[in-house]
């Protein structure tokens, strides 16, 4: 009865208190996605001053060094090679359709886009479309674009300048002499087709023998371009001159640049979805195959930090203080140090409190 009262007694003992060590769970990350769920299901605690060490038992499954390296986070979108935005060219005057170029054709200053009763309207290169007729005695910036275009095309004995004078008008003479049309020392509107360069002709909207009034033509510039429909929500990602690589549909790829983000969102609609996006401009260069159109992905670099520390991804555990860490390996031993974390791209973190060169646990 003496035994069983004894132990009857330590059993109702309250126990020794557990020792409480400074690890507590290790939750590795594989990403930035994860970072997020390894600071809920806690990590690591330092104690005080954010530190610790603790004895290896084994060599880790897998290490990386500290490095010293450039960053850049790119954004993948869908995209269209071809030869950018189509213009509408369109006859001004009335008369007959007599010639049209090929589709495909390209057309430089000076040459004929089309005729009207056999009477070439020629192509000048200019941002202001003609809206009046210049002729002897007008001013203004229209008479200066003529002006540089003849003075362009080769002809003498005027001054570039915003007045049309007699000498302008015997230069339009001789311009008009040598086109073979009517020689009137005057220009209407109807009498060329103004555009900012060289244009290529898309598509044809009249045949011969039709009225010349209304649409003519379509053409775009003779430069590559993809137009990509960018979500509004990436829009602040991209930014005018910055580089981008375009895969072609074979596979190859081509350097580009971002000229051009759209300021107006266009909102678009399939089935039950529905975008916005406002359209991006990349030109391309070192196009080798010749594709008029093309489905393409463009890559686009986003941000670009460099000259900065770097782990990957996989070696950052989050800390049950909050934060990030990383096992530094040091011989048969290991330690844990807490670091600050900037960019992430390309399977790397950007980090601050561990030196160039350490070596650090990444576990498979």
């Known amino acids: 009865m003496t035994q069983l009262k004894e132990r009857d007694e330590r059993a109702l003992r309250p126990l020794p208190p557990r020792r409480r060590g400074k690890l507590r769970i290790l939750a590795w990350t594989g990403g930035a996605a994860l970072l997020a769920a390894a600071v809920a299901a806690a990590a690591v605690g330092f104690g005080g001053d954010g530190t610790g060490t603790a004895a290896a038992t084994r060599t880790p499954p897998a290490t990386a060094k500290v490095t010293r390296t450039t960053l850049t986070e790119t954004k993948t979108v869908d995209g269209t090679l071809g030869y950018g935005a189509p213009l509408t060219v369109a006859g001004k005057t009335q008369g007959t359709i007599t010639w049209l170029p090929s589709e495909g054709a390209t057309i430089t200053r000076g040459h004929g886009v089309y005729s009207v009763d056999a009477d070439r309207r020629p192509l000048l290169y200019g941002t202001m479309p003609l809206y009046r ?52 020392g005057k220009v209407q509107p109807g009498d060329v087709v103004v555009n900012d360069g060289r244009i290529r002709v898309a598509e044809l909207k009249k045949a011969l023998g039709d009225s010349a009034t209304g649409a003519v033509l379509t053409a775009t510039g003779t430069t590559r371009e993809v137009l990509v429909n960018l979500d509004v929500a990436d829009e602040h990602l991209v930014k005018k001159g910055m580089k981008a690589t375009v895969e072609l549909p074979d596979g190859s790829t081509v350097n580009g640049k971002v000229t051009r983000v759209g300021k107006v969102a266009t909102e678009t609609t399939s089935g039950s979805d529905t975008a916005t996006t406002v359209e991006v401009a990349v030109s391309v260069s070192g196009l080798k195959k010749s594709f008029d159109a093309a489905p393409v992905d463009v890559t686009i670099v986003s941000e670009q930090r460099k000259d900065v520390l770097a782990v990957p991804v996989g070696a950052l555990f989050a800390l049950a203080e909050g934060g990030y860490g990383v096992q530094v390996v040091e011989g048969g031993a290991t330690r844990y140090a807490a670091v600050e974390t900037g960019m992430f791209a390309d399977g790397q973190v950007e980090v601050t409190g561990v030196q160039e060169g350490t070596t650090v646990a990444v576990p498979k």
């Open 133 to 184: 007729t210049l002729e002897d005695g007008v001013s203004g910036k229209d008479v200066k674009l003529l002006e540089r275009n003849l003075d362009q095309l080769g002809y003498t004995g005027f001054d570039v300048d915003d007045e049309f004078t007699w000498a302008t008008r015997e230069a339009v003479e001789d311009w008009q002499e040598d086109l073979g049309l009517d020689v009137t």
